[in-house]
């Protein structure tokens, strides 16, 4: 199982490293704009956090696929283990065929449907990435969606990797890689909860209370 940080926020991203358990960070124009300030910069700024030990994703905000790929190609000169994000649709998926011939990591991102799965996994991206919670967010199945490419992929052995994204809960975190996906994308505050549960935590205060107790040092 890969597992990513989806942020561009330099003090969570260097505390999900110490963890030693990350295969990289997640960006998007949001999260980018969020934390304000140059792209490329910031970009740079993740790579000295992670250093070398994973893949920065970075989308690329031209809507036309020659623009695309010019920007995919800039991009990889900014960091090693740059995977670029596409957005879904014809000029993505344009782009996405010609930058896979070079060799260049990609993922098709905002995925909602089966379909468009397919059609990403055709043009040979790296991965592809549905939005479980935004399809939720609308009253559709977000897990559904995400079975339904699992499925897909695995009768026609496509090797292009399921990195769900979206994912609003250590729940559904795990829910998700039960279902067969390669990978999930989380925000901090749900791998932060993906180590935390109630009982662990009663568990480990009756050790500590016994231990004291019995005058133990
Ligand atoms: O970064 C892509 C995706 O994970 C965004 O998630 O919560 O904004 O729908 P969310």
Known sequence: MEIYLDSANL????HAVELGILDGVTTNPTLIAKEGGDFENIIRKISQVIKGKGKIWAEVIST??????????RMTGWATGMVVKLPMGLEGIKAASILSRE???????LISSVSQALLA???G??????YAGRVDD???SGS???QGIVEAFSAQGFATKI???SVRSPHQAAELVRSGVDGITVPYGVLIGMAQHPMTDLGLDQFLKDWSEAGLQ
């Open 138 to 140: 609308i009253g559709w």
């Open 103 to 109: 060799g260049i990591q990609t993922n098709m991102t």
């Open 125 to 130: 991206v790296s991965y592809v990435s549905p």
């Open 11 to 14: 003090s969570q991203i260097e």
């Open 144 to 146: 559904g969606l995400i």
């Open 163 to 165: 990195l769900a994204a």
């Open 64 to 73: 036309k696929s020659e623009a695309m790929v010019e920007e995919a190609i």
């Open 121 to 123: 996994a055709k043009a």
